[in-house]
């Protein structure tokens, strides 16, 4: 280890990994890399970067392994089980799509459904909401296999779940929710 800053950081980085191997180089210029190789972190750096300017750079790197690493604990069965339930409670078990899972890639908002495909993806930023407004969510996406927009009619699905307008509130309040959808 290169210094009492990598020492430090090296204890909150083991928590996700075994080990964190800090790379300098005087070929590169500007970019910092990351990469996973046989249960190590390499950080790649350029050689003049200070521990300073690096200290952020790495913290978003934990924060990324962090993210996929409580993504990858997600089950998409138990998000599958859910939406079943609420098809039979709020839509007759009239409900039919390919796949509902969770996925990383949805930061601006909670979910998606492509009536095309079948597809519904929930945002993982969702899994750390309370129940109802995880239930509210997949009710929101379950109404557009039938409605694919965002008209009256789908609202008046959406509103048959009796806990829509808190759970609406509170994805506005987490500042996910599109305050100009209705």
């Not at 928590?15 to 180089?25: H, V």
């Not at 910092?32 to 913290?59: C, F, N, W, Y």
């Not at 699905?157 to 500042?175: F, H, I, K, S, T």
Request: net charge positive; with cysteine.
């Amino acid at each position: 280890m290169n210094s009492s800053w990598e020492k430090k950081f090296l204890g909150h980085i083991q928590k996700l990994l075994m080990e964190i191997r800090i790379i300098r180089s005087e070929k590169r210029r500007k970019t910092v890399q990351a990469r996973e190789t046989g249960g190590i972190l390499e950080i790649l750096a350029p050689a003049h970067m200070s521990d300073k300017q690096l200290d952020p750079i790495i913290k978003d790197f934990e924060a990324r392994i962090s993210r996929h690493k409580k993504l990858s604990k997600l089950e998409d069965e138990g998000l599958e089980r859910r939406a079943a339930m609420l098809n039979r409670q709020y839509f007759d078990n009239l409900l039919q799509w390919e796949s509902i899972r969770w996925v990383t890639n949805q930061n601006r908002r909670h979910g998606s459904c492509n009536t095309d495909r079948g597809t519904i993806r929930i945002s993982h930023r969702i899994a750390e909401m309370p129940r109802f407004v995880q239930d509210y969510v997949i009710v929101h996406e379950l109404a557009h296999v039938i409605e694919p927009n965002h008209s009256q009619r789908f609202w008046d699905l959406v509103y048959q779940y009796p806990r829509a307008e808190r759970a609406r509130g509170y994805l506005m309040a987490v500042g996910i929710e599109d305050q100009d959808e209705q």
